[in-house]
């Protein structure tokens, strides 16, 4: 099952999308929002699985023609965004680019950061511009969105608790986040709103790519006409989803409709490309002592997908302009 | 005018509440709740005002006898919580207490982090418990609740953007802050969800004593039957809310119900207590060596409460035990 927003009001209309993305039904009489339906997920699950049954039979009399460029992002806002750093080999290089070595303790207590949620931007929402040293960077993650977690739940009873996947652009602004951290508090200024592709997916879309703790399918981004970097998800991954989840909720209970994110996806192989600019600038760095590529400049596109080994798009496009300065 | 929530659902069912705290009255014309009112303030805060002027009068035959007790936090879920460190002089005694100076920088950059939201505890919802290695611990605020401020918002434009006051538990697990600090993504297993105080109120209900900017009033914190401290809210508290705002501001727009906390209340002036078990720890740090003030216990409380220059409790008290280990 998928699900989308259409852009109205502060919470978009909640929407069944068909499978290939062609197709809606919009479903007044399960739930208004996302929101809604994930606050009563189990009731409202049930019943908006009939209802993509029938939209994808071809029996759904109010289905009409989507164009997903009238999707918001699935929740356009959120009670809650974490995002977890899942691979490593891009934590390491973030290090290593400033001369430090990974931390031990990283590798078996996952880093995570409270996110901003209360604006999430739609797949194709512009970016707002940014000034050249504030480094206008984009990440391309997966991200999970469960029901309610209770505190104190284990990694190994976490996997229950995914209820859709989305994907993620997690905008930062590079050049103000050395700062940032080291005031010691984390990301606020660092991270402007992210923006979710345009629907969010039940795990069973996925097929045998979902094993219950990772997505083993490359995620594909482009920047411009350029293949910025296309890493397998399902790689690398050293923290599963029911772990990042199972972290976040150690000392609290999440809400429904919490967002955990991947962090930005990161193979070894660096013939894979990077899911963001500044892995790649921290490469460079590496090997050549300084970074060569620029960060995003006004009127620049960026594209985050993923398609199915059928080559189906499975959340559709994020697909962002960097507005003019 | 003064709202509360009652409990119901997942966002309570806003009330307008008198001004003594002891009468309510339902306003499902105006919207089901504070968040639903937010979303669309100028309209709602008219009508709220003149439900609140009736109730006032007792010209209100839907009124009823309200028992703080029935309410949720005014915002029982939020889309941001924000929280500042206005008061330096508590951020100045952290860093002595580890033999280090505040940062220049500190003075003109408002240290913020994002906190969770999807989370918040009712006036007299328990404490959960927590081992004492984990430091359970109470941080007794003001926090304010805007419309929403557009991105760039300059602190001399900010005052306008705040359309509610409440008070704050930012409970806090001081055991396990300084390692996830050192990991340098900020707060999340060290803070478990914040309580607010019974109602949220407009600024004008605080007269003279908002000036735009502070509170000047004491925040009176009890520890069982100790008054364990009653800082002047209005002293010693470097950043204003409209400058904290600014910061929250500069790079994102915030939505609508954006809670903005102070931080802690601390005053240079020792002889007014602390609002926090662990200042009160480094100030025994810095004197004896050692803290001597154990932090909470299962069983033990904590009350919060602002009373104005007539003795009249503004915002009602958080009162919260310590839930049995």
Same mark, same amino acid.
């Given at each position: 099952?998928?699900?989308?927003?259409?852009?109205?009001?502060? !919470?978009?209309?909640?929407?069944?999308?068909?499978?290939?993305? #062609?197709?809606?039904?919009?479903?007044?009489?399960?739930?208004?929002?996302? +929101?809604?339906?994930?606050? %009563?997920?189990?009731?409202?699950?049930?019943?908006?699985?009939?209802?993509?049954?029938?939209? /994808?039979?071809?029996?759904? $009399?109010?289905?009409?023609?989507?164009?997903?460029?009238?999707?918001?992002?699935?929740?356009?806002?959120?009670? +809650?965004?974490? %995002?977890?750093?899942?691979?490593?080999?891009?934590?390491?290089?973030?290090?290593?680019?400033?001369?430090?070595?990974?931390?031990?303790?990283?590798?078996?207590?996952?880093?995570?950061?409270?996110?901003?949620?209360?604006?999430?931007?739609?797949?194709?929402?512009?970016?707002?511009?940014?000034?050249? #040293?504030?480094?206008?960077?984009?990440?391309?993650?997966?991200?999970?969105?469960?029901?309610?977690?209770?505190?104190?739940?284990?990694?190994?009873?976490?996997?229950?608790?995914?209820?859709?996947?989305?994907?993620?652009?997690?905008?930062?602004?590079?050049?103000?986040?050395?700062?940032?951290?080291?005031?010691?508090? $984390?990301?606020?200024?660092?991270?402007?709103?992210?923006?979710?592709?345009?629907?969010?997916?039940?795990?069973?879309?996925?097929?045998?790519?979902?094993?219950?703790?990772?997505?083993?399918?490359?995620?594909?981004?482009?920047?411009?006409? /350029?293949?910025?970097?296309?890493?397998?998800?399902?790689?690398?991954?050293?923290?599963?989803?029911?772990?990042?989840?199972?972290?976040?909720?150690?000392?609290?209970?999440?809400?429904?409709?919490?967002?955990?994110? #991947?962090?930005?996806?990161?193979?070894? !192989?660096?013939?894979?490309?990077?899911?963001?600019?500044?892995?790649?600038?921290?490469?460079?760095?590496?090997?050549?002592?300084?970074?060569?590529?620029?960060?995003?400049?006004?009127?620049?596109?960026?594209?985050?997908?993923?398609?199915?080994?059928?080559?189906?798009?499975?959340?559709?496009?994020?697909? +962002?302009?960097?507005?003019?300065?």
């Amino acid at each position: 099952m998928k699900l989308g927003s259409l852009r109205e009001g502060r !919470d978009g209309r909640l929407v069944v999308v068909s499978s290939d993305l #062609s197709r809606a039904t919009a479903v007044p009489d399960v739930a208004p929002t996302l +929101q809604a339906a994930l606050d %009563d997920w189990e009731a409202c699950a049930r019943r908006l699985r009939d209802v993509a049954a029938k939209l /994808e039979s071809g029996a759904d $009399g109010r289905a009409f023609d989507l164009d997903t460029r009238d999707l918001a992002a699935p929740l356009p806002r959120a009670y +809650q965004w974490l %995002d977890g750093s899942a691979y490593l080999h891009h934590v390491e290089l973030a290090r290593r680019a400033r001369g430090a070595e990974l931390p031990p303790e990283l590798r078996s207590d996952p880093l995570m950061y409270q996110g901003g949620s209360d604006v999430l931007l739609g797949p194709r929402d512009p970016l707002p511009p940014a000034p050249d #040293s504030d480094g206008l960077d984009f990440e391309a993650e997966i991200a999970v969105i469960t029901d309610d977690v209770p505190r104190g739940t284990a990694a190994s009873e976490a996997a229950r608790h995914v209820v859709l996947l989305t994907l993620v652009n997690d905008v930062s602004l590079r050049g103000l986040i050395p700062a940032e951290l080291a005031k010691g508090f $984390g990301f606020l200024v660092g991270k402007p709103p992210s923006a979710l592709a345009p629907v969010a997916v039940t795990p069973d879309e996925l097929g045998d790519a979902w094993d219950g703790a990772r997505v083993h399918l490359p995620l594909r981004v482009q920047r411009g006409a /350029e293949l910025f970097g296309a890493p397998e998800a399902g790689e690398d991954m050293h923290f599963g989803f029911p772990e990042l989840i199972a972290h976040a909720a150690r000392t609290r209970r999440l809400g429904a409709g919490t967002l955990i994110g #991947s962090g930005t996806v990161s193979n070894r !192989d660096r013939t894979r490309g990077s899911a963001c600019i500044v892995e790649r600038r921290m490469l460079e760095t590496l090997e050549h002592g300084a970074p060569r590529t620029p960060f995003l400049r006004p009127g620049e596109r960026v594209r985050i997908e993923m398609l199915d080994r059928e080559g189906r798009s499975v959340f559709g496009a994020i697909e +962002q302009e960097v507005a003019p300065g």
